[in-house]
């Protein structure tokens, strides 16, 4: 196959950002359809993406499980905890398969949550690239920065989650 015309070649990032989305369609929670790569050398080590445990019943099946969180502004939020966030999951199945991560890149679909955040930092892991912005992500840029994890977030958009209006909730 002969490259050129108007199919430029993309660089290391936005070809592993392309693989990312794709993983992220493997998601089995409707309400917020994430993917992680995590990557050294140029070499993709693990996948992760949104889901429940292994041999436990998905969202996509079951509905979902539902935790409200009071922010400290007073505003009330509800977050899905049936499934594991696609980073925990790409660090999961590298300590699964004894995969060293250490000095590794993670692509993400949002900035990660904070205790995503604290996983990466512990897992070795020393450069992070989001495509959007998660809308609680304050924490997670500040214990980067202290960390010294490299950062970097293609779009200032948020990451919404789908509203669930009317949505199966516990099961039930």
Same mark, same amino acid.
Request: aromatic share 8%; net charge positive; proline share 0%.
């Given at each position: 196959m002969v490259c050129g015309g108007d199919? /430029? #070649?993309p660089s290391w990032d936005e070809y592993f950002l392309?693989?990312?989305a794709s993983v992220a369609r493997r998601s089995t929670c409707d309400r917020g359809r994430s993917g992680a790569l995590i990557v050294k050398n140029k070499r993709i080590?693990?996948?992760g993406y949104v889901g429940s445990p292994v041999g436990l019943p998905h969202c996509d099946d079951v509905g979902h499980e539902f935790k409200e969180t009071i922010h400290a502004d007073g505003h009330v939020s509800k977050h899905c905890v049936r499934t594991v966030h696609a980073e925990q999951n790409a660090i999961c199945q590298a300590a699964r398969y004894g995969i060293p991560i250490d000095g590794a890149t993670l692509y993400c679909t949002m900035t990660p949550c904070? %205790?995503?955040?604290?996983m990466i930092i512990n897992?070795?892991?020393k #450069? %992070?690239? /989001?495509e959007k912005d998660?809308?609680?992500s304050a924490e997670t840029k500040r214990v980067f920065r202290e960390a010294g994890i490299q950062f970097e977030l293609l779009s200032e958009d948020i990451k919404e989650y789908a509203d669930q209006i009317g949505e199966k909730i516990g099961g039930r």
């Open positions: 199919m /430029a #070649r392309d693989i990312m080590l693990t996948t904070y %205790v995503c955040a604290k897992a070795g892991i #450069r %992070v690239v /989001a998660y809308q609680a």
